[in-house]
């Protein structure tokens, strides 16, 4: 029988310790910095702070499962996805709204295509729907908010800028696209063709999260540091 307290070679257990003790540093790192930027780019560090705040919570609760029971925290995963992801996703408007005037298009289409990813996702892995109509659903929602990014309206916008902002949405939309895809591969693995046991898929999804979310906010705060002038 488990314990609930860690034990030292619970590798999983101490995963999710470490990456919750991130959590908390980024956002006491992202609220205190957010001031120190330009005005136009505060709101972009505002949410990176809500992300890894949120995630904070989320991973104070996951561990607990994990270290008490052995299996994985599904239900505390999902509800930090659905709250995180679309705040992940208005990143991108933000970030060309700090230097450019944008159409309200752009958040509406990537609220609603990470929405549309989550939901299939949840009713799949939660048994309402059939796993494979989850998993169809949640990787159109994906396809769409990759679209947008690499060709629709926010991709032209962030095209015609230069320099560092150009750089961060590049960045960021790599993110999206190639440390987004351990989630859904990990659902493949998972539920459809097996092959991946609950602990792998727990430490990789927790380093995953580390990049998506906390690296993915210092990116942003970098580029915003970079605007800013001197002695600001
Ligand atoms: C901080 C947490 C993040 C960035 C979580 C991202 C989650 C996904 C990109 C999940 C994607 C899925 C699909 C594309 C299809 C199957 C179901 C999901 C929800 C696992």
Redesign the pocket.
Known sequence: MKTAMLASNDFVGISFWLISMAMLASTVFFFIERNSVKASWRTSITISGL?TGI?FVHYMYMREVWVSTGTSPTVYR?I??LL??PL?MIEFYFILSAVKKVSSGIFWRLLVG?LV??I???L??AGYINITA??V???A??IYILYEIFSGEAAKEAAKLKGPVNGCFNFCKWV?TL??????L???FGYMIGGTDEASLNIIYNL??LL??TI?GLVIYQTAKNLTPAGK
């Open positions: 992300v995630a999902y930090d996805w995180t992801v992940l990470s990813m989550l299939g996702g949840y799949g892995e989850g998993f659903i949640g990787m929602g994906w999206v440390g987004w895809s351990i989630y859904p990990g659902y493949l995953a999260d998506n979310k993915f």
